[in-house]
């Protein structure tokens, strides 16, 4: 490249000292000329902090005054970084030296491209691909996102099955790659989304503005997951099951969105019922709120957690501009026209390979 990008890695943090210890020497390693780190911190009350400022006093610290969640934390630490890319890296990652220069090259060929995100494959078991992301992301026409390596609980080994790179519907927050001057007309995150499908909702926003989302084979990182909430969290839980609705409600057209929603709503009583049959109270508890408060969000009450939330005036200025995305070329590249869940619990097609490639867009 004759003109280098200026490219920044940043971290989001919040109380992670003992991720940040372990995963960010090889972070420090990478190869990216002129490369800035960012740790941004969401008010840790760890030694997070001191960490840093004793070991790594290069990286650049950006304080927020609270916990602002994964959405309003990035938000408010990218206005205050310069690059041409920003990485958005989980502080649960390790790295290898040459991971950028593939997916910055990768960018760098067609200007359509927004966002990317490597292969992902697991920390503990680095030869199997990782729940968040894979080998890049696809949405079924039901609303339901799925990878490739990954459909629901059932996980894939990485055997080069995925060795090429393609356009694909969204990039994992894990390790988003972003061109700033795209991030900044979409408005970055949603911040009514605090956690959990923020990065598939950008990646809607994109591309319903005409702009291209990459899975990039050639690089690839090695994610520990559920650094902050693990999988039997019942919050954790609520945000999947609201968010997944919020993303619908925002991304498509009116009619379409109603009809879909109104599925997902019959579906989503099955989930119940099944946390139920488990003994899982709690999630079943946290769907049906989860369906209480997006319910409120379409008559503007906005909820946090399980209760009402009054939005502060730092975060109303900060939240996007315009709740519905700005529809200029809807790509639906990456797009499955059939049902993942019935194909996954019914036809018993567990692995992306499975499905009929006519039915991907």
């Known amino acids: 490249m004759i003109n280098t990008p200026k490219v920044a890695v940043v971290i989001l943090n919040w109380n992670g000292v003992k991720y940040l210890k372990k995963f960010l020497p090889s972070v420090l390693a990478s190869t990216w000329p002129g490369l800035q780190i960012v740790v941004g911190d969401n008010a840790s009350t760890d030694d997070s902090l001191a960490f840093i400022r004793e070991n790594y006093p290069d990286i650049t610290i950006i304080q927020n005054r609270q916990n602002y969640g994964f959405t309003g934390g990035y938000n408010r630490v990218l206005s205050q970084v310069d690059a041409d890319y920003y990485i958005l890296l989980n502080s649960d990652v390790e790295v290898v030296p040459g991971w950028i220069e593939p997916v910055i090259s990768l960018m760098e060929s067609d200007q359509l491209i927004a966002a ?27 609303g339901y996102p799925f990878c490739r390596g ?43 989304f605090f956690a959990h499908m923020e990065e598939i909702d950008l990646c809607w926003r994109l591309k319903n ?68 049959a488990e003994g899982k109270r709690k999630d079943a508890w946290a769907v049906s709120r989860a369906h ?26 900060s939240s996007p501009k315009t709740h519905r995305s700005r529809r200029i070329v809807h790509n639906l590249k990456g797009m499955y026209k059939g049902s993942i869940v019935w194909n996954f619990f019914v036809k018993k097609k567990t692995r992306f390979t499975d499905l009929d490639p006519a039915d991907l867009i």
């Open 116 to 142: 990317a995100a490597p292969k992902i494959l697991s920390y503990a078991q680095k030869d199997q691909f990782e729940h968040a992301g894979a080998a890049g992301g696809f949405m079924d026409a039901f």
């Open 209 to 276: 503005m005409g702009y291209k989302v990459m899975y990039c084979a050639q690089s690839t990182i090695y994610h520990v997951g559920g650094g902050t909430l693990n999988a039997e969290n019942p919050f954790k839980t609520y945000l999947n099951f609201r968010n997944n609705l919020l993303l619908l409600k925002k991304n498509l057209p009116f009619w379409r969105a109603f009809f879909v929603i109104s599925v997902r709503f019959g579906m989503d009583l099955l989930a119940i019922v099944r946390f139920l």
């Open 292 to 317: 209480q408060n997006f319910v409120l969000s379409i008559f503007g009450i906005r909820v946090s957690g399980y209760g009402i939330k009054d939005l502060s005036k730092d975060e109303k200025k």
């Open 150 to 192: 990954r459909m629901f609980y059932e996980v894939e080994q990485d055997l080069g099955q995925y060795a090429q790179s393609d356009e694909v519907f969204w990039a994992s927050g894990a390790s988003l790659f972003i061109k700033k001057k795209y991030w900044d007309e979409a408005g970055g995150f949603d911040e009514y």
